[in-house]
């Protein structure tokens, strides 16, 4: 089974810190998307890689950072998170052009 | 502008009716279009996929189809089920040519209730 995992369920975290979001994906996709989810906005597109070190800017990348330094590793980092922050986190890989895998999400709470 | 929009918005039935979800979509040049069902508080998984030159196409009790002049697609969900209580997103994916590395196109999805 193909599988995308995300590292963390559900975080809590503090106005400022630093928070990492992990996802690895088994399937060797050249392709792995980072979006939040908010209600009433559906899927939001933060950052997207095509290749090992190479990240394009979705529609949203304020706030937030990526790294690929593996093809199957594709990390979110939030320098500085803040309360608008607060959301469900997708990681999803594909192979173009293929189905889009997603994780299970990881659900930040910023207080 | 690339665009997916989706009605209704949020819908109840009752188990064992029948539904239809609408999707219409702007993006061009088209490839394919999916059909993804999200469990509360889990990641959207696949239900089917609809290319350029299909009508319509089943897995089990969904049937989506696909018409490509007017740039609309359906979801059918026959014979109700409690489990089918989700969120079911559309999404539009343009051919490799004019994509930007792989974007896709997202619905705000539909919010399906069945009640038993």
């Known amino acids: 089974d193909v599988k995308v995992t995300q590292s963390s369920r559900y975080l809590v975290k503090r106005t400022g810190e630093k928070v990492f979001l992990e996802c690895v994906q088994d399937?060797?996709?050249?392709?792995m998307f980072w979006y939040r989810q908010d209600p009433g906005l559906g899927l939001r597109l933060i950052y997207f890689s095509y290749d090992v070190k190479m990240k394009e800017k979705g529609d949203i990348p304020e706030g937030y950072s990526v790294s690929r330094e593996k093809k199957e590793r594709f990390s979110l980092i939030l320098e500085s998170a803040s309360t608008n922050q607060t959301s469900m986190y997708l990681c999803?890989?594909?192979?173009?052009?293929?189905?889009?895998?997603f994780g299970e999400g990881s659900r930040l709470t910023v207080l | 502008k690339n665009q997916v929009e989706q009605s209704p918005q949020s819908l109840i039935i009752l188990e064992g009716k029948n539904c239809t979800l609408q999707?219409?979509?702007?993006?061009?040049?088209?490839?394919?279009l999916r059909w993804y069902k999200q469990d509360t508080g889990r990641g959207p998984v696949s239900l089917t996929i609809?290319?350029?030159?299909?009508n319509t196409k089943s897995n089990g009790r969904y049937t989506a189809t696909l018409d490509a002049d007017t740039k609309q697609s359906s979801l059918h969900i026959t014979a109700s089920q409690l489990s089918d209580s989700a969120s079911y997103i559309c999404v539009a994916i343009p051919s490799a040519r004019g994509s930007t590395l792989g974007r896709l196109y997202f619905g705000r999805g539909t919010q399906l209730t069945v009640w038993p």
């Open positions: 399937m060797d996709h050249e392709n």
């Open positions: 609809m290319t350029f030159s299909e």
């Open positions: 999803a890989s594909r192979q173009v052009p293929g189905e889009l895998f």
């Open positions: 999707c219409n979509y702007t993006v061009s040049p088209f490839s394919n």
